[in-house]
T-cell receptor, first 110, second 113 residues
């Protein structure tokens, strides 16, 4: 069964620091990778997607993909209290669906 | 721009009662549509997905069913709710020919009592 693993956290970082969120996946054939942010009681919001090995930057967010290690990460620079949320990693399945991890809870302390 | 709607936002239903949750998408044509459930402390579980009108694939056997009567409408139903059906129900859409990113609606929080 295809799996996506994340550390549940909570991950606590001080305001202004870099938050590093990690995800591993089991299906070596996976081609697409996504990061969602979910505030408590709200629905997930897509913040990044990456298809190729290496880094992809968007503002304060950087997604990193290493297909050989089956590892994808999300870096949040200059973390703000408003970044406090649960971050879901998702991997594209063979039928166009997404397989989600259980999420990492991030807490940014002022 | 595209918008996805879900209703109702919250619902409290007794065990054994029927269920109907509705999802509609605006601003796009021929989307792929998905129903997920997120139970407390658990990950997102894909329940159904649809690539077109009347085309439904079920991922998990359960007492729920889904229908797609129109291109941009997706309905989740049950004839008799169980306590274990409680959770946060999310509808999502993706482009038919796209990179696979999915966009979620605001969700329906269902409590079965």
């Amino acid at each position: 069964q295809k799996e996506v693993e994340q550390n549940s956290g909570p991950l606590s970082v001080p305001e202004g620091a870099i938050a590093s969120l990690n995800c591993t996946y089991s299906d070596r054939g996976s081609q697409s990778f996504f990061w969602y942010r979910q505030y408590s009681g709200k629905s997930p919001e897509l913040i990044m997607f990456i298809y190729s090995n290496g880094d992809k930057e968007d503002g304060r967010f950087t997604a990193q993909l290493n297909k050989a290690s089956q590892y994808v990460s999300l870096l949040i620079r200059d973390s703000q209290p408003s970044d406090s949320a649960t971050y879901l990693c998702a991997v594209g399945g063979s039928q166009g669906n997404l397989i989600f991890g259980k999420g990492t809870k991030l807490s940014v302390k002022p | 721009s595209q918008t996805i709607h879900q209703w109702p936002a919250t619902l409290v239903q007794p065990v054994g009662s029927p269920l109907s949750l509705e999802c509609t998408v605006e601003g796009t044509s021929n989307p792929n549509l998905y129903w997920y459930r997120q139970a407390a402390g658990r990950g997102l579980q894909l329940l159904f997905y649809s690539v077109g009108i009347g085309q439904i694939s079920s991922e998990v056997p359960q007492n729920l069913s889904a229908s797609r009567p129109q291109d941009r409408q997706f309905i989740l139903s049950s004839k008799k709710l169980l306590l274990s059906d409680s959770g946060f129900y999310l509808c999502a859409w993706s482009r038919r020919q796209g990179g696979g990113e999915q966009y979620f609606g605001p969700g329906t929080r269902l409590t079965v009592t």
